[in-house]
């Protein structure tokens, strides 16, 4: 198994990464390696463009990237080029502000076992709890979950190589926030599951300071057109995979 621990961490945010490095303390022969973050608001507008279409956002979303958002997205582009780049059969890529809440050595070796094909796998849901609409259980008192929603945060997620290679592919260059995007995944052929119960979630007494939200300038219009369109296609996409009987029963799990 070629497996790895990204860290996603600003270059001025020690402490932060201080934490992440405690919370990983258990483990010390997982290999670890800290990735450098992509300053949003110290990059240069020629530095941002190389991936942000700002032509894109202003047709499709609902408002501007912050500069905490497009270095977000960055961030985790920059992840999935060194999977691609070192050929890891799949990677854990953690936002700095991340507590541990399992055995991981354990969840790596489920994830690293199972069968069937998949790209992406969430690990935390700092937001409300989504319903699911498909469970296997795994060893070690995991389960495999598919959301009828796909949650948002990227704070934990395991990414396969094939994953990484069709993020690179169909999501870059990018013109809105990337846990946004991989809601889309059943529109960019991206396989997005769970794991329950949570494995991982935010640590709150740190301030974002990689990603935040703003809810000035919002096109209203634009928003609520998104937010339509997304729940068409979604219910769509989980009726043609799962079935009406497995749709209509999708409940929240209790953890």
């Not at 047709?59 to 890891?88: D, F, M, N, T």
């Not at 700095?96 to 969430?122: G, M, R, T």
Request: hydrophobic share 40%.
């Amino acid at each position: 198994m070629n497996f790895k621990i990204f860290i996603i961490n600003l270059d001025r945010s020690v402490e932060r990464y201080q934490h992440a490095v405690a919370q990983l303390a258990a483990w010390p022969d997982l290999p670890v390696e800290r990735l450098s973050a992509a300053d949003g608001s110290r990059m240069s507008e020629e530095e941002l463009n190389q991936y942000y279409l700002l032509t894109l956002n202003q047709q499709h979303y609902h408002k501007l990237l912050k500069p905490g958002e497009k270095g977000c997205y960055i961030s985790h582009i920059r992840c999935w080029q060194q999977i691609v780049a070192q050929q890891l059969d799949f990677a854990l890529i953690l936002e700095d502000d991340f507590v541990v809440q399992c055995d991981l050595p354990a969840l790596v070796n489920e994830i690293s076992q199972l069968k069937e094909q998949w790209h992406y796998i969430k690990l935390a849901m700092p937001n409300k709890a989504q319903p699911v609409i498909q469970r296997k259980a795994l060893g070690a008192g995991f389960s495999l979950v598919h959301y009828k929603k796909h949650p948002v945060s990227t704070v934990a997620q395991f990414v396969s190589l094939a994953g990484a290679q069709l993020l690179l592919d169909k999501a870059v260059p990018f013109y809105r926030p990337v846990d946004v995007m991989l809601q889309y995944h059943f529109a960019l052929g991206i396989k997005a599951l769970g794991i329950s119960p949570q494995p991982f979630c935010p640590e709150h007494s740190f301030d974002s300071n990689i990603y935040t939200r703003d809810k000035a300038d919002k096109k209203q219009w634009l928003f609520f057109k998104n937010r339509l369109s997304y729940f068409f296609q979604s219910q769509f996409f989980n009726l043609r995979t799962y079935g009406l009987k497995s749709f209509l029963k999708a409940r929240k799990l209790s953890e």
